[in-house]
């Protein structure tokens, strides 16, 4: 059950799209389609940005979409805001258990 | 709406057992589909899995503290309860407890605030 690997940060110009990656194994990304997203603003709450790896919840921007490839999920911010600039976690279920991945820190320049 | 609250000790002295209450409102823990789980940060650090429990009462556990915690449910009382043993200063941080709700397949939609645990002598 080892965390999932992210880049330990991203940047980018407002308006820009950036990608985060997020590299699991065939022992959770590569067999489940279940990896999901979260964006946490320093000192608060994680909160949920993509579900099965491409859904949105209700009321999040369509500026966030997800995709899987193999191993790899990744997050992609369309239309990059200075709002955008948070944490941003990935998650996967892996059989009976769920793991995270360690964190992408994403800045907006 | 749905809500989940945290709470437990602040301060826990190392070895000693911590014990965090989840209390939930606005959903059925015995609705099938629906699971609560508890996951904790370490100042500065990632986001960590550590249990859930599920509508049929079957509880997961992270391989590699398992040996140290247990998850439970009291619907009466809507509420989840996470203890966990042997506590030492690196289980400092945050514990959150989330739901997995039926729309939303093997995510946490929904988060409590946060309960601060800080584990010194």
């Known amino acids: 059950q080892s965390a999932l690997t992210q880049p330990a940060s991203v940047s980018g110009s407002p308006g820009q799209s950036i990608t985060i990656s997020c590299t699991g194994t065939?022992?959770?990304?590569?067999?489940?389609?279940?990896v999901s997203w979260y964006q946490q603003y320093p000192g608060k709450v994680p909160t949920l940005l993509i579900y099965a790896a491409s859904s949105r919840p209700s009321g999040v921007s369509n500026r966030f979409s997800g995709s899987k490839f193999g191993n790899t999920a990744s997050l992609t911010i369309a239309g990059l805001q200075a709002e955008d600039e948070a944490d941003y976690y990935c998650s996967s279920y892996a059989t009976g258990s769920w793991v995270f991945g360690g964190g992408t820190k994403v800045t907006v320049l | 709406q749905v809500t989940l609250r945290e709470s437990g000790p602040a301060l826990v002295k190392p070895t000693q057992t911590l014990t965090l209450a989840c209390t939930y409102s606005?959903?059925?823990?015995?609705?099938?589909?629906?699971?609560v789980s508890w996951i904790r940060q370490p100042p500065g650090k990632a986001l960590e899995w550590l249990a859930l429990i599920d509508w049929g009462d079957d509880k997961f556990y992270s391989t590699s503290l398992k040996t140290r915690l247990t998850i439970s449910k009291d619907t009466s009382k809507t509420q989840v309860v996470l203890t966990m043993t042997t506590l030492h200063p690196v289980d400092t941080g945050t514990y959150y407890c989330a739901r997995t709700g039926m729309g939303t397949t093997e995510a946490f939609d929904i988060w409590g605030q946060g309960t601060v645990v800080t584990v010194s002598s």
């Open positions: 606005g959903f059925s823990l015995s609705t099938p589909g629906m699971s």
């Open positions: 065939s022992d959770d990304i590569g067999t489940y389609k279940y």
